[in-house]
T-cell receptor
Framework: AQKVTQAQTEISVVEKEDVTLDCVYE???????LFWYKQPPSGELVFLIR??????QNEISGRYSWNFQKSTSSFNFTITASQVVDSAVYFC??????????????????FGEGTQLTVNP | EADIYQTPRYLVIGTGKKITLECSQT?????MYWYQQDPGMELHLIHY???????EKGDLSSESTVSRIRTEHFPLTLESARPSHTSQYLC???????????????FGPGTRLTVL
């Protein structure tokens, strides 16, 4: 069975601080995908990133960066120089990919509990 | 930009009413999913479909039912709504087949249901 754990229920920072959101996952699959989503107060889910289990390179996109450590089953998300608009609930998710060449990331997603990030001015 | 729509966005109804939450996508994706999310909580998969005439129950037991008569539509129905059904319902569409760089994960905007 797959499981995603986001141990930080709530994080509060002051604007311009860096903040890291933790995500630890469990899966028996050797091939899988990891995701991060942002859910602002309006409720929609905004896709941020997808990584596959073959690629452990860290990724940076503007103020966002992701650290994938397969050895510790972690996929942490860092926001640099946080802004008030970053305030949201952030979800980490995991999906299986049993046949890597044929199956897309369109498989079932297992979500973590979410981390409520509040960035104060 | 995602082309997946959910209607209504907000719904307040009385107990015992029958309701249908609509989910439509114009991307032609085969796979569609319904998630239920209580306020401030994680998302739970309640139904999914891998194509027309294919529907399966998800990880969380739900009294709702779904149908997939057309690729673009995946409606969710509650025959008799109860206060315990109060939640946000999110629809998702994803492509089947080979992974591409543009294969993002599209969620609809959600329907916030309140049953009084």
């Amino acid at each position: 069975a797959q499981k995603v754990t986001q141990a930080q229920t709530e994080i509060s920072v002051v604007e311009k601080e860096d903040v890291t959101l933790d995500c630890v996952y469990e899966t028996r699959d050797t091939t899988y995908y990891l995701f991060w989503y942002k859910q602002p107060p309006s409720g929609e889910l905004v896709f941020l990133i997808r990584r596959n289990s073959f690629d452990e390179q860290n990724e940076i996109s503007g103020r966002y960066s992701w650290n994938f450590q397969k050895s510790t089953s972690s996929f942490n998300f860092t926001i640099t120089a946080s802004q008030v608009v970053d305030s949201a609930v952030y979800f980490c998710a995991l999906s299986e990919a049993r046949v890597p060449l044929l199956e897309t990331s369109g498989s079932r997603l297992t979500f973590g509990e979410g981390t409520q990030l509040t960035v104060n001015p | 930009e995602a082309d997946i729509y959910q209607t209504p966005r907000y719904l307040v109804i009385g107990t015992g009413k029958k309701i249908t939450l609509e989910c439509s996508q114009t991307m032609g994706h085969d796979k569609m999913y319904w998630y239920q999310q209580d306020p401030g909580m994680e998302l739970h998969l309640i139904h999914y479909s891998y194509g027309v005439n294919s529907t399966e129950k998800g990880d969380l037991s739900s009294e709702s039912t779904v149908s997939r008569i057309r690729t673009e539509h995946f409606p969710l129905t509650l025959e008799s709504a109860r206060p315990s059904h109060t939640s946000q319902y999110l629809c998702r569409a994803a492509a089947g087949g080979r992974l591409t760089h543009s294969d993002e994960q599209f969620f609809g905007p959600g329907t916030r249901l309140t049953v009084l």
